[in-house]
C-alpha cells in the first residue's frame, strides 16, 4: 500500500498564498500521476491539478495562473503552490497517488480563505 501524508493548509487572507505539500512512501514503484482534488462543502470533490512522472502538468481553469504543482521525484512528494487565493478557494484538499498498482488519497488538508 502507499501511505500519504500531506501537511500546510491552513487559514489564509484573501490575496495570501499558501503552499500543500504531500508525501508518499510505502509499496512505491512508479509513479504514474500525482495530484491535487479539493472538496467545498456542498459540492463534488474535483480535479486541482496533477503533474506526470514525465513533468506534464494539466490545472482546472480557474485556478490557472495562480497555482503551480510540482514534484521532488527522489522524495515522493509532490507540492502545490497557491497564490492569490480567493474565498472560492475555500475546500478540503486531497491528496492523489497513481502508481502502477494503487490509486491512493490523503487525509486531506483544510484550506479556509478569508474574505
Known amino acids: 500500500q502507499v501511505q500519504l501524508v500531506e501537511s500546510g493548509g491552513g487559514l489564509v487572507q484573501t490575496g495570501g498564498s499558501l503552499r500543500l505539500s504531500c508525501a508518499a512512501s510505502g509499496s512505491i514503484f512508479k509513479i504514474n500521476r500525482m495530484g491535487w482534488y479539493r472538496q467545498a462543502p456542498g459540492k463534488q470533490r474535483e480535479l486541482v491539478a496533477y503533474?506526470?512522472?514525465?513533468?506534464?502538468?494539466n490545472y482546472v481553469d480557474s485556478v490557472k495562473g495562480r497555482f503551480t504543482i510540482s514534484r521532488d521525484n527522489a522524495k515522493n512528494t509532490v507540492y502545490l503552490q497557491m497564490n492569490s487565493l480567493q474565498p472560492e478557494d475555500t475546500a478540503v484538499y486531497y491528496c492523489n497517488v497513481l502508481t502502477t498498482t494503487y490509486d491512493s488519497w490523503g487525509q486531506g488538508t483544510q484550506v479556509t480563505v478569508s474574505s
Open positions: 503533474i506526470t512522472s514525465g513533468g506534464f502538468t
